[in-house]
């Protein structure tokens, strides 16, 4: 998905009201055309449990066998969930928010994580992992600071059970305007001392062999590093379920990154964590199922996952019925089928139709494009993606009761859900679980006066039911 970071910035801002008592309850939106049709799934009473797996076991690493995922005890671990693109950048009580809500609300928690960060044209040096090039140690400069902020998540989300795809470098969007996180042109523009964006257009990122070695270092440095809070090696760390080979790599617009590149990166993420799967991080944006993954990637032993981004019904390139098609292509090479991002779907129906496809299919994942946590700040994080469509809330509030709050949010919550212990051929719990307690705080909003504001649990709707998930 390309990102804009940038809004979600100003709506966390925008989002902290949305938790203040002293606000009258909102006049809920109207419900848009995409709501229409179904209405959403019942939703199941919550529990009094309190979501705080302080020690679940350690699962192991996952791994493919037959299209399926399995931890270390054999156990299956195939996902339905929701990808969670804050996850590098954001603070360390909405890392753990995320967690909470993952790992209590899905039958296997995984997430995907956004790209390493690089400095660009709206990526200050103090936000970017990778900083610059230093043509002196002939290596990259990093951002300390920032890999501390991801040794945060890592320890975290081993803590709460959950396992993260990192897909490890952005792609080239092609202009400056929409590239919102850094990515690989950037890295040419630095490691060749480049002027402008447009200079890097002369060096081809896929076949240039300063390049390859250059993202090698990246790699290194990554899959070597030691988490500064519970010591654990990224290279070692099975809270990695992937390390995906970067974020929808695309080449000459219409074509999956050439498949001698993927399995040359590939090698070089398995000689350093021989243990943890790789994803080709390909997005070919082609009409078809053959164009779309590189053959010699598909034969390569070195990759063990492959992926696609499904956008609603339409264009061709990104209709979710697919899915059906390329998951059998993948497997018919001995290879595992995940979805890295899809939604965005009309209705109800469409989401219910597509997770059915994915278990008839055997596609071991799918990962819903997207969840945020509630704010460090008060009230929720909140995403546009334009048409109206936003990032989602567990367990989903119905009607919305804010503009930035998508009208779908409660019904895609539970169909992921449900979908999530249907992969496992699992009953879906009749309850949820209840937040934690939250952190309660005077605040003065200088229209409506003095209110409490919290962050942590939520209270569900004007009928005060207890929510859950959150
Ligand atoms: C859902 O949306 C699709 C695509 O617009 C449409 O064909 C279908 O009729 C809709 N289904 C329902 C139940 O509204
Ligand atoms: C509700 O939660 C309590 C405490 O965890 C648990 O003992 C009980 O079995 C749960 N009730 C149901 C119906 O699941
Ligand atoms: C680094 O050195 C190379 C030649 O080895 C040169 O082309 C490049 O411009 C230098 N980069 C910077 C950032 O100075
Ligand atoms: C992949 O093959 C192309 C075409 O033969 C070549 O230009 C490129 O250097 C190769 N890349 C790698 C990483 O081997
Ligand atoms: C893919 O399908 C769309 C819509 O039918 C069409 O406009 C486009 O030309 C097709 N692309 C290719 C590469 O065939
Ligand atoms: C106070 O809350 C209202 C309603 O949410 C909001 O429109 C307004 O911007 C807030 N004012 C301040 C100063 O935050």
Known sequence: MLLNIRNSIIAVLLAVAVNTLA??????????????????????ASNATTVDPDYVPNYGF????G??????????WDFAS????????????????TMRT???????????????????????????????????????????????KMDYVLATAAKYGVKLVHPIINQDYGSEDSNYAGNWADLIRMRYGFATYEDTYAVNWFADPVMLDS???????????????????????????????????????????????????????????????????????????????????????????FSYHYYRDNPPAYDYRRINADSAYVQSFGKTYVVGEHGFYANYSEYEDFFQRQKESNTAGSMVWSIRPHSAEGGFITHGEGDGIFSYHAPGWSPQQTADFDPLEEGIIHITRR???????????????IPNAPDIWVVNNGTYGTGLSWRGGAVRGITSELCALC
């Open 23 to 44: 606000i009258p309850a909102p006049t809920p939106f109207a419900r848009s055309a995409r709501a229409v049709g179904l209405a959403p799934p019942a939703v199941p």
């Open 82 to 97: 929701f990808n969670s693109p804050h996850l590098l950048t954001c603070e360390p009580f909405e890392v753990d928010d």
């Open 67 to 76: 299209g399926h995922l399995y931890d270390g005890f054999g156990n299956l």
């Open 62 to 65: 996952v791994s493919p066998s």
């Open 102 to 148: 993952l790992s209590s609300g899905f039958a296997r928690p995984v997430s995907r994580t956004y790209v390493l960060q690089v400095t660009s044209i709206y990526i200050d040096a103090s936000d970017a992992h990778i900083v610059s090039w230093d043509n002196t140690s002939m290596n990259w400069v990093y951002n300390e600071a920032m890999f501390q």
């Open 419 to 433: 979908a999530s212990y249907t992969m496992l051929h699992q009953q879906t719990p009749a309850l949820y679980p």
């Open 215 to 305: 993202f090698k270092l990246i790699i290194t440095y990554l899959l070597n590093r030691v988490n500064t809070i519970n010591g654990v090696r990224y290279g070692d760390d099975p809270t990695f379920l992937a390390h995906e080979t970067g974020n929808e790599m695309n080449y000459l617009g219409y074509l999956p990154a050439p498949g001698n590149w993927t399995v040359a990166v590939a090698a070089h993420i398995k000689a350093l964590a021989p243990n943890t799967m790789v994803l080709d991080g390909s997005l070919a944006r082609n009409n078809y199922t053959d164009q779309s993954f590189a053959l010699e990637a598909l034969q390569s032993p070195l990759v063990d996952l």
